[in-house]
C-alpha cells in the first residue's frame, strides 16, 4: 500500500484510520486500498493500536423514538468515521444502566456515549476515570466532553407558551422515576411553575405507547386540566390515543405539548406543537466529541444546545 502512494507505512496507516493527515491524502489512500482489494484486519489492528474501533452507545430507552433516531444518527455519524456503535438500552433502569455502563468499560471501547438515566449517580466519576465519556442532554462529572440541554430555556419556552394562551392548570408528564428526582427539566418545571404562577402536577409516565396511554388515560378520565405538558414527543403520543378513547378533541378539549419534535410529531392530526432540540446538530457534536476523546483529546468540551419551540396545532387559547 505504501508503494502504491508513495506514502510512508505510517501515513499510509493515519489516513486509513483517518487521523492526523488531510483530506486528500486519505482519499488517495482509499483509492489505492479498493483499487487492490485491501482490507485492514480489524484484530490485528486493535491489538497494534490498542483500540477496537467501538464506541459505546447507552441510551436511556429505546421504547422513546426521539432517542431511537439520536442512536440511527449516532451510528450512521460514527461510521463515517470509521468507528462502530455498540448499541445497548437500560430499559429506564438506572441500575441497568450501571451495569450496562460497567459492561462497556470492561469490553474495552474505545469511549462511551450516554444520555444518562440518572446523571447524579456515584459511578459515573469512576467509570469516567477509566474511559472517554460523553454524555448528551444532562452533564455527568468527569466527562470528557458533553452536549448539555439549556432545559431553563426549554421548560421556559413551554410553559410561557401555555400561559400566554390562557393555560392556567397544566399536567406535566415524565419519564423521571422517583429515585432519580434531580434531574434538571423536572426541577425546572416546578420553578418556572412556580414564577409564572400555574398551577402543576407531576405524573410519571413510561415511554412505550401502551405505558404512555394507559397514564394519560387515567389523567384524562377524572378533573382533567386545560393542557398536558410531556417531557417527550413519545408520551405525547399516548396522550393523543387516551384522548381518541376517551372521545376527546385535541386541543379542544384539552392541549397538548412535546419536547422533543420528533419527524413523527409533524404528521400527526393536529400536528404536535413541542420543544425542538436541533438532533442533527447533537449527533455531529457527540460524534465529534467522542472521536476527539478517543483519539487522546485531553481538554473537556461542553456544548450547550437551545431549543426552539415548534408551534403546531395541539395547543388553543383558553376562551
Known amino acids: 500500500m505504501a508503494q502504491a502512494t508513495g506514502l510512508s507505512p505510517a501515513a499510509v496507516s493515519y489516513a486509513l484510520r483517518g487521523l492526523q493527515v488531510s483530506e486528500e491524502t486519505m482519499e488517495r489512500v482509499r483509492a489505492a486500498a479498493a483499487e487492490l482489494g485491501y482490507e485492514a484486519d480489524p484484530i490485528a489492528r486493535a491489538l497494534a493500536s490498542g483500540r477496537t474501533g467501538m464506541i459505546g452507545l447507552l441510551c436511556g430507552s429505546l421504547e422513546d423514538l426521539w432517542q431511537q433516531s439520536l442512536a440511527v444518527g449516532i451510528s450512521r455519524g460514527l461510521r463515517e468515521k470509521d468507528r462502530y456503535a455498540l448499541i445497548l438500552d437500560a430499559f429506564g433502569d438506572p441500575a441497568r444502566e450501571r451495569a450496562l455502563a460497567q459492561q462497556l468499560r470492561d469490553q474495552r471501547v474505545d469511549g462511551m456515549i450516554v444520555q444518562p438515566i440518572d446523571p447524579a449517580a456515584a459511578f459515573w466519576p469512576e467509570l469516567c476515570e477509566s ?189
Open 131 to 319: 474511559l472517554p465519556v460523553v454524555a448528551i442532554g444532562d452533564s455527568i462529572a468527569g466527562t470528557a466532553g458533553e452536549v448539555v440541554f439549556d432545559n431553563r430555556s426549554g421548560v421556559t419556552l413551554a410553559l410561557e407558551h401555555l400561559r400566554a394562551l390562557g393555560h392556567r392548570r397544566v399536567a406535566v408528564l415524565t419519564s423521571t422515576q422517583a429515585s432519580t428526582p434531580d434531574r434538571p427539566a423536572d426541577v425546572y418545571v416546578t420553578a418556572e411553575a412556580d414564577r409564572l404562577e400555574l398551577d402543576i402536577e407531576v405524573t410519571t409516565a413510561p415511554l412505550g405507547l401502551a405505558g404512555a396511554t394507559a397514564a394519560a388515560h387515567e389523567l384524562l378520565s377524572g378533573d382533567k386540566p386545560s393542557a398536558v405538558f410531556c417531557f417527550a414527543d413519545s408520551i405525547a403520543y399516548g396522550v393523543y390515543a387516551a384522548a381518541q378513547e376517551l372521545g376527546l378533541s385535541i386541543p379542544g378539549d384539552v392541549s397538548v405539548m412535546g419536547y422533543d419534535d420528533h419527524p413523527m410529531s409533524g404528521l400527526l392530526s393536529p400536528g404536535l406543537t413541542t420543544v425542538d432540540w436541533d438532533i442533527d446538530g447533537i449527533v455531529r457534536a457527540a460524534v465529534r466529541l467522542i472521536s476527539a476523546a478517543a483519539d487522546g483529546g485531553a481538554r473537556r468540551r461542553r456544548v450547550m444546545q437551545k431549543p426552539t419551540l415548534r408551534e403546531r396545532g395541539s395547543v388553543a387559547r383558553v376562551p
